[in-house]
């Protein structure tokens, strides 16, 4: 089965700071990856999704980016931190030809 | 895209009682339906989910019925327990992604 790895746990960062959020698959290949984003007592946003290596779809515009450099690794950047970045940050996989996608432990992202 | 709208946005209900929570989808081509359960500050786990060839599907007192004419499935939990407050997320996919309902929080009066 997959583990769904996650860092850092928490997070504080001034405003017009960077970020970069990493996620790590372990036991499967060639996964699709998704970031979400959960803003207090909220649902779950999409951010961006990836099918594959270097493919990255955007789901929202806004200061944030995402890049896929391995099979297994999933990053999530921003150049200059927002107020409004605060939340809860989900990476999520889904498995090669399965439908379920399975959350990683999150990264709660305090900006001050 | 998909449309997945959730009711009721709360839930109180008392120990031992049932609770039902609905959804309702847009896209007629969606065929994977999953609920999570999200605890506090915990990550969405999912906790049973159902595809567009069955209409029913129960585990333990957990069961999703799904009605595709409709467009709309739903949550039923028995036997309501304490470790059953939370809030819960139905979501719909018919590709690489889900699109998920605003959630619902339950809680389960002692």
């Known amino acids: 089965s997959q583990t769904i790895h996650q860092w850092p746990a928490t997070l504080v960062q001034p405003v017009g700071s960077p970020l970069s959020l990493e996620c790590t698959v372990e036991?499967?290949?060639?996964?699709?990856l998704y970031w979400y984003r959960q803003a207090a007592g909220r649902g779950l946003q999409l951010l961006f999704y990836?099918?594959?290596?270097?493919?990255i779809s955007s789901e929202v515009p806004q200061n944030l980016s995402a890049s896929r450099p391995q099979d297994r690794q999933f990053i999530l950047s921003s150049k200059k931190l927002l107020l409004s970045d605060s939340g809860f940050y989900l990476c999520?996989?889904?498995?090669?030809?399965?439908?379920?996608?399975?959350f990683g432990p999150g990264t709660r992202l305090l900006v001050l | 895209g998909e449309n997945v709208e959730q009711h009721p946005s709360t839930l109180s209900v008392q120990e031992g009682d049932s609770a039902v929570i609905k959804c309702t989808y847009s896209?007629?081509?969606?065929?994977?339906f999953p609920w999570y359960k999200q605890e506090l500050g915990k990550r969405p786990q999912l906790i049973i989910d159902?595809?567009?060839?069955?209409g029913e599907k129960k585990d333990q007192r957990i069961a999703v019925t799904l009605n595709k004419t409709a467009k709309h499935f739903s949550l039923h939990i028995t036997e309501t327990q304490p470790e059953d407050s939370a809030v819960y997320f139905c979501?719909?996919?018919?590709?690489?992604?889900?699109?998920f309902g605003a959630g619902t929080t339950v809680t389960v009066r002692a």
């Open positions: 999520a996989a889904r498995m090669t030809g399965k439908e379920t996608q399975y």
């Open positions: 896209d007629s081509a969606s065929n994977y």
């Open positions: 036991g499967t290949s060639n996964p699709n």
């Open positions: 990836s099918v594959g290596i270097g493919q």
């Open positions: 979501a719909a996919s018919n590709d690489y992604k889900l699109s």
């Open positions: 159902i595809r567009s060839n069955v």
